[in-house]
């Protein structure tokens, strides 16, 4: 299971893991009082990209587009391959510190997530399968 939700929020027992996925720390609150298990920075948007966007909802889609972009990257396709694992396991919350609950970085890694744990598993190549041709006899009778 895997919801979102902020960081001002009061954290509960039924949030199950919290992780912060933030680049920066949210404003004013205290280690104790955000409660997170986990802090990913690195799969929080880049600080560019962080800056270009502003929160400003006539950006989301194009700022939706360039971060998933950056999430493409393996080191990001590992951090979140791990949450999808957890989230099979238990509940994990993504928590961000955003006032928009609509449009933020909790969202697109969120979506990015669950596209990920339906994708069927990788196809290990086994032995190769292909016979080799039985060779022609170049006696002649």
């Known amino acids: 299971m895997l919801t979102i939700k902020r960081a001002y929020e009061s954290a509960i027992t039924q949030d199950g893991v919290r992780v912060l996925v933030d680049r920066l720390w949210p404003r004013g609150l205290t280690k104790e009082a955000a409660r997170v298990d986990q802090w990913l920075r690195d799969l929080g948007p880049s600080d560019a990209l962080r800056k270009w966007f502003g929160h400003d909802p ?4 194009e700022f939706r587009r360039r971060y998933e972009k950056e999430l493409a990257a393996p ?4 951090l979140l391959r791990q949450l999808a694992t957890q989230a099979r396991k238990s509940k994990v919350t993504l928590v961000y510190s955003a006032h928009d609950e609509e449009h933020n970085q909790a969202v697109v890694l969120r979506d990015a997530i669950l596209k990920l744990s339906k994708r ?5 190549r086994g032995p190769s399968t292909v016979r080799a041709k039985p060779e022609v006899s170049q006696r002649r009778r």
């Open 58 to 61: 006539a950006k989301w889609v």
């Open 75 to 78: 080191d990001k396709q590992e």
């Open 120 to 124: 069927p598993a990788p196809a290990t």
